[in-house]
């Protein structure tokens, strides 16, 4: 049967070359996304930057410690506490060492992520003046020549405040960071914590000094100690994060569309295998037949798409990029690493999978063909609806609505992963794929009740042709159910998600006023002082550090909010579960209930500057996980320099009753100016909170949402070239019978509208399955939220689908129409 099989391919290939493309670009996604994931494995050595000319740079590091199983950001409690004094002394009486502080310095009106560092470390990074000279007063710095000018003054913001300091000199810019320099004493003034050691004595001598209390780096290692090496670590992780997702979505929505195909091939050739088993085939070798054909499929296709996703994978690392989410220099070199070759053979196997297990049911179907049927003279498909199928669509609609059931209510929380939630939310789509057989018939003649009294035979015919077809109809009509139905649910998803954060931020802050960083990554607590200071005003600036509990043999990080408990109940609206924050106190936290804690109970932490403390419990609030903090008494914030950079992220601002609140606010905005803080209004501040917390929710639901649509925009357009250039009797029939060509091409166009109709009507159920399930959960997580759906998007899907949907209708059909005038002309002659 395989020579049949290959006859067959080679008279019908205009048949199978939907296939071929569905499978293709299937496997092209597989190949693509495992290639750019693998090569995450094998990265190449970034090059060593600040400590490229150190002989060797001793570093506080916990061996134990593995970043990946921590949340980014987090320093080990060795790293945060950074270089003890007894370990500098026993390193510098091994041939002297350089200090390194690494800390919050930014020029006004500087980047962001400008750094301060002690100029005596400059030089092992490249750094040599280009004018001026090095700073030595405390009130001098060297900056990029850039950005300054010898002799010019210039505002410095610090975790200490803002001052004024003179350029002392300036250097040529470097690539890998943006840093103002300050004398060794004046950098130990704004940075106690010592980051690290260049170590200029015998390797050896420095090592055995070190011990196990540090990590020596030499070599590559070196790298190590860049900032960039956890900035990498970062985007890598959102990549690696990401793109999985993609994939399973991406490959789900690919498997089903090829099994589609596969299907809808065999419908059409329904009449050509009852003529095999008219002439003697058994079932057993029309299945064969049907098998072996979707193996050569396979194998052409599978091979076809690991090239095209072996050079796609490129275009993937580059749409990445360009949303922020991987690093500007991470690049897929096609070679023959092991690498890239696994990858591409999993996708290969994976695509001959896809191509034999897809068509598996069209083959058991083929195979029940009876003979008798080749004496049809009505191209009609089997409308009965099989036993099988009627339990397979059963179990979708159960499937699809118990599932969105159970995230609304058992696990709310899940909506907020959208590692977890991009995954679920195809459940109740593919479900509605999978029941549409079933329900074709009610409703296409309910889509067509408005048509019952138009003029013509166009809508009866219309209406007919999808009734006597409803295989056709359905394989037809899925990728336009897949397009628009994950396309929806994905981003009505991300706005309702994104409003409900927005509600329930809104509700927590009870303030009217805020400050906010404008260009800056946090606003000094000195500014906040000075505004803490104006009469009336009441100031609650949590600053985020980090504490550390111990479980078994390691420690756990949570994050922790210094802040005045005063203001705290002035200024936010948190949900007391048990306890009060009227007992917090010098030797209290307020800590989530997520944490299983009792009011009372004692917490024995580790701060991020090495002291160890016992905390009690004085109060207990309701907290989503990721948002489960431990409030802490003031005299800790000096530890949020050990543990992040000594900012507040954001401030809260109450006015006491009575105050003149133009005067205050004119005060405050004085207060705050050239401080890199901005003076808004609540409502302005949950605003852009919002924006930047969900800004890589969106972006990778959003990514995932774009790649969907495009293969399902590409599947569209195949499955119904495919459909209408197999219909050339039913086009022949409608011309014998009368019909005009422009008639013909209207039924055609009026047909793909219906066919297109159904797949948004389908689509729109299956949304409507999933926002029901996420309205759930958005309840119990944040009370009564609206659903925020994205028309103008959904809407331009539609029209694109149904666009896209009628060009694969008229190209087929304007071909034929072409072609049987030319022959009749010649006919003619």
């Not at 509605?432 to 013509?456: D, E, I, K, T």
């Not at 400050?515 to 990554?521: F, I, R, S, V």
């Not at 009469?535 to 078994?552: H, M, Q, R």
């Not at 006491?656 to 004085?670: K, L, N, Q, S």
Request: glycine share 8%.
């Amino acid at each position: 049967m395989i020579r049949v099989a290959f006859q067959t391919l080679r008279a019908r290939w205009v048949s199978f070359l939907g296939t071929v493309v569905a499978l293709v670009l299937g496997v092209a996604q597989v190949a693509a996304m495992g290639v750019l994931l693998m090569t995450m494995l094998d990265l190449p050595d970034r090059p060593v930057e600040r400590f490229a000319q150190a002989p060797a740079v001793v570093q506080a590091s916990d061996p134990d410690w593995d970043p990946a199983h921590h949340d980014l950001g987090i320093r080990s409690p060795e790293a945060a506490q950074g270089i003890s004094d007894g370990l500098r002394q026993k390193v510098a009486a091994t041939g002297g060492t350089v200090v390194d502080r690494a800390f919050y310095a930014q020029l006004l009106d500087g980047p962001e992520d400008q750094v301060g560092h002690p100029w005596p470390v400059a030089r092992f990074g490249g750094y040599r003046l280009t004018d001026g000279k090095e700073p030595a007063g405390d009130k001098e710095v060297a900056v990029p020549s850039d950005q300054a000018r010898t002799g010019d003054e210039v505002t410095v913001l610090t975790a200490s405040g803002v001052a004024r300091y003179t350029v002392s000199g300036t250097f040529s810019p470097v690539e890998w960071e943006d840093a103002v320099f300050f004398s060794d004493a004046e950098a130990a003034r704004l940075s106690p914590r010592i980051e690290s050691l260049v170590a200029l004595g015998p390797l050896a001598e420095v090592r055995a000094a070190v011990g196990d209390d540090a990590a020596v780096l030499t070599g590559q290692d070196r790298h190590k100690a860049d900032a960039s090496e956890a900035q990498d670590r970062e985007t890598l992780d959102n990549t690696i994060t990401l793109v999985p997702v993609m994939a399973s979505v991406a490959g789900t929505t690919a498997i089903f569309v090829v099994a589609s195909t596969f299907a809808f091939a065999v419908i059409q050739r329904r009449r050509e295998v009852a003529l095999l088993r008219a002439v003697g085939a058994t079932p057993k070798q029309v299945r064969k037949m049907v098998r072996n054909e979707a193996l050569l499929v396979g194998v052409v296709a599978s091979a076809l798409g690991t090239a095209l996703g072996l050079f796609g994978a490129q275009l993937l690392a580059d749409m990445l990029i360009a949303m922020d989410i991987s690093p500007e220099w991470f690049t897929v070199e096609p070679s023959l690493h092991w690498t890239v070759l696994a990858p591409l053979a999993a996708a290969f196997l994976v695509g001959l999978l896809v191509a034999v297990g897809g068509a598996a049911a069209a083959a058991r179907r083929a195979g029940g063909i009876r003979p008798i049927e080749a004496l049809r003279e009505a191209s009609v498909d089997d409308t009965g609806v099989t036993r099988g199928r009627a339990l397979l669509g059963v179990a979708a609609l159960a499937g699809g609505v118990g599932w969105t059931g159970w995230i609304a209510v058992g696990s709310p929380t899940s909506v907020l992963s959208p590692t977890v939630y991009v995954v679920s939310l195809m459940v109740p789509v593919l479900a509605a794929a999978v029941l549409s057989p079933l329900v074709v018939g009610p409703l296409v003649r309910l889509l067509m009740l408005p048509f019952r009294g138009a003029s013509g035979p166009t809508a009866m015919l219309v209406r007919e042709s999808a009734l006597t077809s409803r295989r056709r109809t359905a394989a037809t009509a899925a990728p336009v159910l897949l397009t628009v139905g994950l396309a929806f649910s994905l981003l009505a998803a991300t706005d309702s998600l994104g409003a409900a954060r927005d509600n329930g931020l809104q509700n927590k802050v009870s303030s009217q006023y805020a400050l906010a960083p404008d260009g800056t990554p946090g606003i000094s607590p000195q500014v906040i002082e000075r505004v803490a200071a104006i009469d009336g005003v009441y100031v609650a600036a949590p600053v985020l550090t980090t504490i550390y509990t111990k479980d078994e043999d390691r420690y756990d990080e949570n994050d922790g909010l210094v802040v005045d408990p005063e203001a705290l109940k002035k200024t936010m609206d948190l949900d007391i579960l048990e306890g009060s924050l009227d007992d917090l106190d010098d030797n209290s936290t307020a800590v989530a209930d997520l944490w299983g804690m009792d009011v009372g109970s004692k917490l024995d932490v580790r701060m991020a500057d090495g002291r160890n403390v016992e905390l009690r419990v004085a109060a207990t609030y309701k907290a989503l996980r990721g948002e489960d903090v431990a409030y802490l008494p003031e005299r800790f914030a000096p530890t949020a320099a050990y543990a992040r950079d000594g900012l507040a992220r954001r401030a809260y601002i109450s006015l006491a009753p009575g105050t003149d609140r133009a005067e205050v606010t004119a005060e405050i905005r004085e207060a705050v100016a050239g401080s890199g803080a901005a003076f808004m209004t609540r409502d302005q501040l949950v605003a852009s909170e919002s924006a930047y917390a969900r800004h890589l929710t969106e972006v990778r639901q959003r990514s995932t949402a774009v790649i969907i649509m495009i293969f399902c925009f590409i599947a569209i357009l195949n499955t119904l070239l495919m459909a209408t250039a197999d219909r050339r009797r039913d086009l022949a029939v409608l011309r014998m019978t009368g019909a005009t060509p422009w008639q013909v091409l209207r039924f055609f166009v009026a047909e793909s509208l219906l066919v297109s109709a159904l797949g948004v009507v389908l689509a729109l159920a299956a949304t409507a399955v999933n926002l029901a399930g996420l309205w759930g959960a958005l309840l119990q997580l944040f009370g009564a939220t609206p659903i925020v759906v994205p028309y103008a998007v959904v809407i331009g899907v539609a029209v694109l689908s149904t666009l896209l949907a009628v060009i694969g209708t008229v190209v087929p059909v304007g071909t034929a129409l072409r072609a049987r005038a030319a022959q009749f002309a010649g006919s003619r002659e």
